[in-house]
């Protein structure tokens, strides 16, 4: 299926029923008063996550969904039936924001939720409620609300663990086949990737994460140059990112460091947010060269790019705050198994962090607000 991660749609919710103006007739009733129902609710339009879907593609052909309006009121004291609701159902991942003010509507981020984005229009009253001692027979009722209507804009973020940046051609592809089931194409010229890939990195039988394969960037991406630039809102969900580098590329003439800094110069320039997540050096294609030759190429790149990579100090525990470096070949995996498995420390120690964060919230707000202030009696 061809993968879609945006779409334009407009949704409108359902008008309420009017209300009924109706007198109750029945043989030796001569005055029986009024008895007309309320109008029906028109249905409202929700947005539900979800994860057997994986792509915004049905919302690119359709793009208008309209609601039912609720019935109108009945005599004899009959309330009009509701509209059904409409559900949307979309990807875990998507964004929904407003087409004419930018406002954000819902982030649906787990599976199963739900979030309303046109509400229905009440019903209206029927001429029931409008009697009195001094007006027994109302011949007043109201009309039913109109349903809410507005442009969306529907965008969908990948969700991901680690996220793959990086030129075209830099093995990204490779790496994401090389450590889990995903089968993204390969092949030996730029582009070969036109749209995200997810793979599944499976550690044991309890552990396991979600790494993301964008199509490669190229220096002007920020701008809307080459494939990648479309794609890298998907980067901004994912907490680690891995930056690989072809430490032997075909064409002699590219430089890797010159081309590591243009990516990090594109990062900074699209979200400085993005700029700032951890970020990791995967230096790949060792296979290609001898021992001495990938020494020697990664010296001088580190030493070009001016980044430094102390040994991370891990013996109280994972150390979060040291950037890895890590020299792979994906094609025949030397190395990536470490990789793995350091990842896998890393996000189940930010897990532990965010868990421990999340307790120490919890308790200070479950703390007593309503304690006697003594300061005031201290200083006296």
């Given at each position: 299926?061809k993968?879609?991660d945006e779409a334009k749609?407009?949704?409108?919710?359902?008008r309420?029923?009017?209300?009924?103006v109706?007198?109750?007739r029945e043989?030796?009733v001569p005055?029986?008063?009024?008895?007309?129902?309320d109008?029906?609710?028109?249905?409202?339009v929700?947005?539900?996550?979800?994860?057997?879907?994986n792509?915004l593609v049905?919302y690119?052909?359709v793009?208008?969904?309209q609601?039912?309006n609720?019935?109108?009121?009945?005599g004899?004291d009959?309330?009009?039936a509701?509209a059904d609701?409409?559900?949307?159902h979309?990807?875990?991942?998507?964004?929904i924001?407003?087409a004419?003010?930018?406002?954000?509507?819902a982030?649906l981020?787990?599976?199963?939720?739900?979030?309303?984005?046109?509400k229905?229009?009440?019903?209206?009253?029927?001429?029931?409620h409008f009697k009195?001692s001094v007006n027994?027979a109302?011949k007043q009722?109201t009309?039913g609300?109109e349903?809410?209507a507005r442009?969306?804009?529907l965008?969908?973020?990948?969700l991901a663990?680690?996220g793959?940046l990086g030129?075209?051609n830099?093995?990204?592809?490779?790496?994401i086949?090389a450590?889990?089931?995903?089968?993204?194409?390969?092949?030996?010229y730029?582009?070969?990737?036109?749209h995200p890939?997810?793979g599944?990195v499976?550690?044991?039988e309890n552990?396991?994460?979600?790494?993301a394969d964008?199509?490669?960037?190229i220096?002007?991406a920020?701008?809307?140059?080459g494939?990648?630039?479309r794609?890298?809102k998907?980067?901004s969900?994912?907490g680690?990112?891995?930056?690989v580098?072809?430490?032997?590329?075909f064409d002699?003439?590219?430089?890797?460091?010159?081309?590591?800094?243009?990516?990090?110069?594109?990062l900074?320039?699209y979200?400085?947010e993005?700029?700032g997540?951890?970020?990791w050096?995967v230096?790949n294609?060792?296979?290609?060269?001898?021992?001495?030759?990938a020494?020697t190429r990664a010296?001088?790149?580190?030493?070009?790019i001016?980044w430094d990579?102390?040994?991370p100090?891990d013996r109280f525990?994972?150390?979060?705050?040291?950037?890895?470096?890590?020299?792979?070949s994906a094609?025949?995996h030397e190395?990536?198994?470490?990789?793995v498995?350091?990842?896998?420390?890393?996000?189940?120690e930010?897990?532990?962090?965010e868990?421990?964060?999340a307790?120490t919230e919890?308790?200070n707000?479950?703390?007593p607000?309503?304690q006697t202030d003594?300061s005031?009696?201290?200083?006296e």
């Amino acid at each position: 299926m061809k993968f879609i991660d945006e779409a334009k749609i407009e949704v409108s919710a359902g008008r309420g029923g009017n209300g009924a103006v109706s007198f109750r007739r029945e043989k030796f009733v001569p005055r029986g008063g009024p008895d007309g129902g309320d109008g029906g609710r028109g249905g409202s339009v929700y947005a539900v996550a979800d994860e057997n879907i994986n792509t915004l593609v049905e919302y690119r052909f359709v793009k208008r969904y309209q609601a039912k309006n609720g019935e109108k009121g009945h005599g004899s004291d009959r309330y009009g039936a509701g509209a059904d609701d409409i559900e949307l159902h979309m990807p875990v991942g998507t964004l929904i924001r407003d087409a004419d003010t930018d406002e954000t509507v819902a982030d649906l981020t787990r599976h199963g939720q739900k979030v309303c984005l046109a509400k229905g229009g009440k019903g209206g009253l029927g001429n029931i409620h409008f009697k009195s001692s001094v007006n027994r027979a109302p011949k007043q009722a109201t009309p039913g609300e109109e349903g809410e209507a507005r442009s969306l804009i529907l965008e969908l973020k990948v969700l991901a663990d680690v996220g793959l940046l990086g030129m075209p051609n830099a093995g990204k592809s490779t790496l994401i086949r090389a450590v889990s089931a995903a089968r993204p194409k390969v092949a030996d010229y730029p582009f070969t990737t036109l749209h995200p890939n997810l793979g599944v990195v499976r550690i044991d039988e309890n552990h396991s994460f979600v790494m993301a394969d964008i199509p490669g960037l190229i220096e002007g991406a920020a701008e809307g140059a080459g494939l990648g630039h479309r794609f890298l809102k998907h980067l901004s969900r994912t907490g680690l990112l891995l930056h690989v580098v072809d430490l032997a590329p075909f064409d002699e003439s590219v430089v890797p460091a010159e081309e590591a800094l243009a990516i990090i110069n594109e990062l900074r320039k699209y979200d400085e947010e993005l700029y700032g997540k951890p970020r990791w050096l995967v230096l790949n294609k060792l296979d290609m060269l001898t021992p001495e030759e990938a020494e020697t190429r990664a010296a001088e790149f580190l030493n070009a790019i001016g980044w430094d990579f102390p040994e991370p100090d891990d013996r109280f525990g994972f150390d979060m705050n040291t950037p890895r470096l890590f020299k792979i070949s994906a094609l025949t995996h030397e190395g990536t198994q470490d990789l793995v498995h350091q990842i896998s420390l890393y996000l189940s120690e930010k897990k532990r962090q965010e868990a421990q964060a999340a307790e120490t919230e919890a308790d200070n707000t479950a703390a007593p607000a309503s304690q006697t202030d003594t300061s005031v009696f201290k200083a006296e």
